[in-house]
């Protein structure tokens, strides 16, 4: 397995952290006549903004995939207290993965996948694109004003927006507001025990989003807690994450 890393800005926290097969060819598979290939996966790390985890956190979870035949960027960003408040974490995840796209093509047709407040960075990013992006969100923590009313992260999303609350701004202006064009799929994945995202915050953003019109499929993984959806060795990650990320898969060649 390759491991290397690309910078997407002059910040040491810049940075996109790469996983993959020795060599291409072990990604891809004959079917039907037709070359086919894992689709590569980028991750997003939660820990709500405050980098209560990192992009290494998610070592085990890109190493899993690998495994899998998928190549994996995990992306890191500013945390809120060395820079990173609202917007410029989002723009970080922005420019993430407009470096990787323009490193390798092949990252455009990339399954989107955030974890916890990683997903809220994520749907930013892609909202207003129309890239028709596939995006995989695990227990999502995205309407601010909500989470901020639930007390989501102990205070973080209020930290997160101080700066910008500051200057009269508002929690549904950072809520990122996507449209049915920049999604082909939009996948949610809860945890059955998840101490740290309300089932009440999970549902009100799955109406949302499907008000939105927007494809959403929504799974629960049972008996799971908040970060067993990221750790390989938990039963929710590997019987339910990466079975359904390994679902997707692109054509290559005719």
Known sequence: MSYGHL??????????DLYGPAEPEETRATVAGATVSAAPVVLVHGGFWRHDRTAQDLEPLACALVGRGHRVAVVEYRPSWDGGVWPAAADDCRAALRTLEESDTSWAGATLVGHSAGCHLL????????????????????????????????????DFLAAHLAVGGSHKQATPEPHP?????????????????????????????????????????????HM???????PACCSVVLPLLAGHASIVEE
């Open 7 to 16: 910078g997407y800005g002059p910040l040491h926290w810049q940075r996109i």
């Open 123 to 158: 749907l930013a990013s892609i909202a207003g694109t129309a890239r028709g992006a596939t995006a995989v969100l695990l227990a999502p923590v995205t309407d601010l004003a909500e989470a901020s009313r639930l007390g989501v992260g102990g205070g973080s999303v209020d």
């Open 181 to 225: 064009a920049d999604l082909a799929s939009l996948t949610v994945v809860s945890a059955e025990h998840d101490q740290a995202v309300p089932r009440e915050l999970t549902d009100l953003q799955l109406d949302d989003w499907v008000g939105r019109g927007l494809p959403v499929t929504s799974v629960q993984a049972p008996d799971a807690r």
């Open 228 to 234: 067993h959806l990221v750790n390989p060795e938990r």
